[in-house]
Structures are given as structure tokens and as C-alpha cells.
């Protein structure tokens, strides 16, 4: 239920405990009388003050996304993201944070397996209209990954970052003794027999390097799974992820879409690192 991860959140006016009033649509207020009301979508707005500086994805780019995921051609990947998370959300009160939840499309299958309380959170108000909707049973926030988090010190039990930037102090802070963090990045290769043609960003030399450098003073790396998924693509399935990632930015989606028509069978792999970090037993 939404009210099952509303303890764990903290105001980010004045850091205290909120509350949750409705009925929908709901409303966080903290003891402190700060308040803030869901969307008509489902989804609670944060940001105050300046916002944010990070470019959130747009509308055209969540429903390519969405539109790709919903396909199923990541399904094997939403899977095993779910198996690993599931033994640290067995117990009763478990919590899950999707840092970068997007469309919500792989937290709906780790819920799917291990029903638990969940919290989602992106920069892209477009991407959790679509959350919202898909996990209503989350709280889904609009949120800077890069300022301090609003949640309380050691309240989850498990994160996943898939394809979206990481906080490893605040990670560290929130995660209880003993949780997961699992990490999703894209490998050498990742798709590598359609990048160019549909204009796709490669891969930054030492990615994998860099992401175990930023963890490893908050955390130990307990695992590396590297798994490829093999691919059939239509001339419509190109243009959605050629635009859902990074490059969506960049790209004209009318020509996109236009390069790729007359496409009917391409075969593609998607390359994915699986990185699963383990805090200290102790909270150390």
C-alpha cells in the first residue's frame, strides 16, 4: 500500500517524519505543517527552491521508453534484477528504492515477485505520470538524485539504479546493515550492431572501473554478473531505443523514426553489467 514506505520519508524543508493524508488525492505533511499534494497522476513533486539543473528526460523520450520496455525485449533483465534483490526484501517491513524508477517498469517486476513496500524516484515528472500509474502502490517522487535524499538513515533494505546516476554517500545513508545496492550499467558492445546507424552514445571507456571506484568506500562489491540479451527488432522498435536513452536529447524523432521504417528483423544484443553492492553488517 502507498502508506507502507510514507514512515521512511523525511520533509526536505525541515527533515521531519510526514504523514499521509487523503483520502486521494493525497497529501505528505510533515509535523512540522509542510505539505505536499500528489498530481492528479499519483506522484508527489519534492522539488522546491531552485529545482534542479540535472536535464530530466521528456515526454517523447518516457513514452519511447515505455513503449520499448513494455515489448518485453528487457524482460530477462527486469527478471534477474528481481532475483537478486529478493533475499534482503523477504522480511515483513522490507523496503525497496528505485533511484531512477523511469516508467517503473522494472520495479513492477521485483513487486511482482516479492510484493514489498517501495518508494520510486526521478527527475522526469513525464516518467512518473507513467509510474504512478504502473506502481501505484509506491510512493513515486520527483526528485534530484544529487541533493540529499528524503528519506530517514538506514530505512531500505534495497536499491536499484538502472541506466541513472549514483549517490553513493546517500546510498550508504539510507540503506540498513546488511542491504543491496544492485547497479545497472550498459557494457562494450551494448547494442552495438545498431548504435551507429540509429545515432546511439557509446560507451565511455572504464565505465565499470569509475562505478566500482565511487562505491567501494561506502561498500563492498559482492558480486559482477554480466548478461547479454539477444534481440529482434522492428524498424519502430530501433527509433524507441535509439530515443529513450541519452541520445533521445540529441535526436530528431521524426527522422528517427523515418531512418527505420522499412526495417522489419534486425538482430541486436544488449550487453548489461549487473554490479550487487553489500553494506557493512555492522552500519559501519
Known amino acids: 500500500m502507498l502508506s507502507d514506505a510514507v514512515p521512511a520519508l523525511r520533509c526536505p524543508v ?5 504523514g499521509l493524508s487523503g483520502p486521494a488525492p493525497f497529501s505528505l505533511r510533515c509535523v512540522a505543517g509542510h505539505s505536499f499534494d500528489a498530481a492528479k497522476q499519483g506522484y508527489f513533486n519534492l522539488l522546491s527552491g531552485k529545482g534542479t539543473v540535472f536535464e530530466a528526460d521528456t515526454a517523447e523520450m518516457v513514452a519511447a521508453r515505455n513503449d520499448f520496455l513494455g515489448a518485453g525485449h528487457y524482460a530477462a533483465l527486469a527478471e534477474a534484477i528481481a532475483e537478486l534483490v529478493s533475499p534482503v526484501l523477504s522480511a515483513a517491513g522490507s523496503l525497496i528504492l528505485d533511484s531512477g524508477t523511469g ?13 514489498t513496500a517501495a518508494i520510486g524516484i526521478d527527475i522526469s515528472k513525464f516518467a512518473l505520470r507513467r509510474a504512478a500509474r504502473l506502481n501505484p502502490g509506491a510512493i513515486n517522487l520527483v526528485w534530484d538524485i544529487w541533493r540529499p535524499l528524503p528519506i530517514a538513515d538506514h530505512a531500505v533494505d534495497a536499491i536499484i539504479v538502472v541506466f541513472a546516476p549514483r549517490n ?3 546510498f550508504a545513508r539510507v540503506l540498513r546493515p546488511g542491504g543491496r545496492v544492485i547497479v545497472v550499467t550498459p557494457r562494450n558492445g ?6 551507429e546507424r540509429t545515432g546511439m552514445l557509446g560507451i565511455e571507456p572504464g565505465k565499470d572501473e569509475r562505478l566500482a571506484e565511487s562505491m567501494q568506500e561506502f561498500f563492498a562489491l559482492a558480486d559482477t554478473i554480466q548478461l547479454d540479451v539477444d534481440l529482434k527488432l522492428d524498424g519502430r522498435d530501433l527509433a524507441d531505443v535509439a530515443f529513450m536513452g541519452p541520445a533521445g536529447h540529441h535526436l530528431e524523432r521524426p527522422a528517427l523514426v523515418a531512418s527505420t521504417a522499412t526495417e522489419t528483423s534486425v538482430h541486436a544484443t544488449a550487453k548489461f553489467t549487473l554490479s550487487v553492492f553489500t553494506a557493512p553488517e555492522d552500519g559501519s
Open 168 to 170: 553513493p554517500p546517500e
Open 14 to 18: 525541515c527533515q521531519g517524519p510526514f
Open 190 to 195: 551494448h547494442l552495438g550492431e545498431i548504435a
Open 103 to 115: 516508467t517503473g517498469h522494472y520495479l513492477r517486476t521485483v513487486l511482482d515477485r516479492t510484493p
